[in-house]
């Protein structure tokens, strides 16, 4: 017992001991913080020399460019193994890059000394700088170098020109209108009475309206408070007029015509119309529409009829419009291939009118008339003819903001 006793004591106290001696060694391998140890970070230089794109050089943007525009520099000078970063700073004539039109990382994610941009990328920026298409601009530029916050910014500045890619700068909103106005026109010139071209889809507009042989006619809008002109090249290519011009356009024939143009695509169509009629296809029968103005076709006092069939001894009443466009007789119906019959509570929307695709089944996706308003009299042979006449109206306008057509009981209404 006396001997575990002891045995023990001497097992303490040879831990003691090495601890001790642990401790004194630890704090003789660990002297502390010694700056020799540590690189040190230097600020970086500013770049003092532009190498490429740098003295005025013009380039003209293409989206059909394959060779990117570069922006070079000589590197800031290297102190050991210290990384510097670098960004572009680029600026307009007249700005002093405090607020830099953009500010770009250079290549690699600001590792390289160049910039390269694609002609997108370019006539973006231009965008930015508020270029317009199709002229020139200059863009200056900087760049700084960095190293974490650190930074140092080149006092020289390089530039360089770009001539904007073709489009059209001002596209008018949903809620911002297109006309058609100037002499050859309807309004004759009158601003205040320009007609409206529908809205068809984003940048894409229509009208359909009589025009002037070789008299001069404009689209116009007012964008963002900005009034804006819309001309035609002598390429055909849509284009928006800029300050100080007065391009406008003409046709060679007087007529009537759908106009569609496409600003995003910068396209312009023109369709002349000719005859335009309702088409009983029972019976065949035919009432030759007048052209009313700004888009409208009409005839007042009309008297309809139907034809009774083997399967409608009451009459058939499905009738479409028809309109000769380039020669080509076109139908208008029903957006339903088989709409049943309209009464004076229906909703307007029946009568949206819709072109339909040649060779369309003629009895297809037809109107039928309104039993409440016609009031038809007694048979005549085969035919029913209405007691009370109407005015017809087709609106290829914008009036409704959509084409479509009404029928209204006439002011008279006599046998």
């Not at 050089?57 to 102190?79: M, N, Q």
């Not at 020109?161 to 100037?182: A, K, L, R």
């Not at 139908?331 to 060779?359: F, I, M, V």
Request: charged share 25%; glycine share 8%; proline share 3%.
């Amino acid at each position: 017992m006396r001997n575990n006793m002891i045995t023990k004591k001497l097992i303490k106290f040879a831990l003691l001991f090495f601890l001790i001696g642990l401790t004194a060694c630890d704090n003789k391998l660990n002297p502390g913080f010694d700056p020799d140890d540590y690189e040190p970070i230097v600020p970086p230089e500013p770049v003092r020399t532009m190498d490429a794109m740098a003295s005025g050089e013009r380039v003209v943007l293409s989206g059909a460019s394959l060779t990117d525009i570069a922006l070079k520099w000589t590197p800031t000078e290297k102190h050991g193994n210290t990384v510097y970063r670098y960004e572009v700073l680029i600026d307009t004539i007249g700005g002093d890059f405090t607020k830099p039109v953009e500010t770009i990382f250079s290549d690699n994610n600001g590792l390289e000394s160049q910039l390269t941009l694609t002609h997108y990328q370019a006539n973006t920026i231009g965008k930015l700088a508020k270029f317009r298409c199709n002229t020139n601009g200059t863009l200056r530029w900087k760049v700084r170098a960095y190293c974490g916050l650190d930074q140092a910014l080149s006092s020289l500045e390089g530039y360089f020109v770009i001539f904007m890619m073709d489009g059209i700068d001002d596209m008018p909103s949903e809620n911002e209108p297109v006309y058609i106005t100037g002499v050859g026109t309807e309004d004759d010139g009158d601003e205040a009475e320009a007609q409206q071209m529908l809205r068809q889809n984003e940048g894409i507009y229509q009208t359909f309206t009589q025009l002037k042989a070789d008299q001069p006619f404009i689209f116009m809008s007012t964008v963002e408070g900005r009034k804006c002109y819309y001309y035609v090249d002598d390429n055909g290519v849509l284009r928006e007029r800029n300050d100080g011009e007065d391009y406008t356009v003409t046709v060679p024939q007087s007529g009537i015509y759908r106009i569609t143009i496409n600003m995003g695509e910068q396209t312009i169509s023109y369709d002349e119309i000719g005859a335009v009629y309702l088409y009983n296809h029972s019976g065949g029968y035919r009432q030759d529409f007048n052209y009313l103005g700004y888009g409208k076709w009409g005839v007042k006092n009309y008297t309809a009829r139907k034809q009774t069939e083997s399967w409608a001894g009451s009459g058939e009443t499905r009738h479409s419009f028809k309109m000769e466009i380039n020669g080509t007789t076109y139908r208008w119906g029903h957006k339903e291939k088989d709409k049943g019959q309209p009464n004076l509570t229906t909703d307007n929307s029946y009568y949206n009118l819709y072109q339909l695709a040649l060779g369309t089944d003629p009895w297809d996706y037809s109107f039928r008339f309104c039993d409440e308003l016609l009031q038809w009299g007694e048979k005549q042979e085969n035919v029913y003819y209405a007691t009370v006449k109407t005015d017809v109206t087709l609106y290829f306008n914008a009036e409704f903001g959509t084409y479509t057509h009404r029928w209204v009981a006439s002011e008279t209404n006599e046998d």
